[in-house]
C-alpha cells in the first residue's frame, strides 16, 4: 500500500456485510483536518462495499475465508505498512480532528503504545452525550488522565481492572509494541480487553483523550446482545476481572457489572446492527 502523506498512521476500515452507515464512516475519515492514509478490509465482499469505496477513492483488501473478528481484525491490521494503525469500525463516526490529535499527542509522548479516546453514544439515532456506559468508562479513566504517569503498569491497568474503558472504534496501536498480530485470544467478547491487558504489561505508554474524538452506535440485536443473552459475555467478562482481582472480589463485581448489559437494549430506530463480538 503506497501512503497518500509522509504521516506514519493508517486507517484501517473493519466493513462487514453491507453497513447503511458505511459511507458516514468513511466520510468522517476522508474529511479529516490531515490528510489521511485510508484502506477498507473486508472478509464480505460486494458491490456495496466496493462502490462506497471506489466513490472515495479507497484501496479494497479482502481476506477469503470465513468472517471471524480476530482474524478479520489481524488481516485489517497487517494490510497496513505504518507504525501507527487505527480499525475504523464501519458503523462509527470520527471527528475531524481525531488524527491530528492523535499526531499532537504523539509528538509529545513519543512512547505512546496506545492511544484512545472518550466518545458520544448514539442512540435511538441521536448522539446522547450523558449515556451511562460512556460516563462510566470515562470515570474509569481517571487517572490515566494523567499523561506524565501514564508509562507505569499500574496506571496503565486502572482503566481496565474495573472493566474495559477502552473503546476499541477510537483506538490507536503502535506496531513496534503491539506486534504484527495484536489480537491472539481464544475470547470472542473480551478479545480487545484482553488485548490491552497484555498491552499494559509492556513497556509504553497509554495516552487517553478526554475530549470525545467519535460516534459510537448502540443498536439492538448487535452480538454483544447475542452474547448477554447466552451467558458468553458474563463468562469473558468474569474471566478478564480474575487478571486483576481474587475471586470473591470478581463475583462482587460482576453482580453490579451485568447490570450495565441494559445499555445494548437501546436500538437504532429498531434496526439491527450487523455487528460482532468484540466491536
Request: proline share 6%; aromatic share 14%.
Amino acid at each position: 500500500m503506497k501512503t497518500k502523506t509522509d504521516l506514519d498512521h493508517t486507517f484501517a476500515i473493519c466493513a462487514y456485510k453491507d453497513s447503511p452507515y458505511l459511507e458516514e464512516c468513511v466520510r468522517s475519515l476522508v474529511n479529516q483536518t490531515v490528510p489521511a492514509n485510508i484502506i477498507l478490509c473486508t472478509s464480505t465482499p460486494s458491490p456495496y462495499i466496493e462502490a462506497i469505496a471506489g466513490k472515495y477513492g479507497i484501496p479494497v483488501c479482502v481476506r477469503e475465508g470465513k468472517s471471524d473478528i480476530q482474524d478479520d481484525w489481524n488481516f485489517a491490521y497487517g494490510q497496513t505498512k505504518t507504525r501507527y494503525v487505527t480499525l475504523a469500525h464501519q458503523d462509527d463516526i470520527y471527528e475531524p480532528d481525531y488524527l491530528e490529535s492523535f499526531l499532537a499527542a504523539v509528538k509529545r509522548y513519543p512512547d505512546i503504545s496506545l492511544y484512545f479516546t472518550a466518545y458520544t453514544a448514539i442512540c435511538g439515532g441521536r448522539p446522547d452525550p450523558a449515556e451511562r456506559t460512556c460516563r462510566v468508562k470515562r470515570l474509569l479513566c481517571s487517572l490515566v488522565r494523567f499523561h506524565r504517569l501514564a508509562s507505569l503498569r499500574w496506571v496503565k491497568k486502572s482503566c481496565l481492572c474495573l472493566g474495559n474503558s477502552i473503546s476499541c472504534p477510537m483506538t490507536t496501536y503502535n506496531r513496534q509494541i503491539a506486534g504484527e498480530r495484536p489480537f491472539q485470544s481464544r475470547l470472542k467478547f473480551a478479545l480487545d480487553w484482553e488485548m490491552y491487558w497484555k498491552l499494559s504489561e509492556r513497556p509504553g505508554r497509554f495516552y487517553y483523550e478526554p475530549r470525545p474524538k467519535g460516534f459510537f452506535r448502540i443498536h439492538k440485536g448487535a452480538t454483544t446482545s447475542d452474547f448477554t443473552a447466552n451467558q458468553g459475555r458474563s463468562t469473558e467478562e468474569a474471566e478478564m476481572f480474575s487478571h486483576f482481582w481474587p475471586r470473591p472480589v470478581v463475583r462482587l463485581l460482576m453482580r453490579f457489572y451485568t447490570k450495565s448489559y441494559s445499555t445494548y437494549d437501546k436500538g437504532e430506530d429498531g434496526e439491527r446492527r450487523e455487528e460482532r463480538s468484540g466491536e
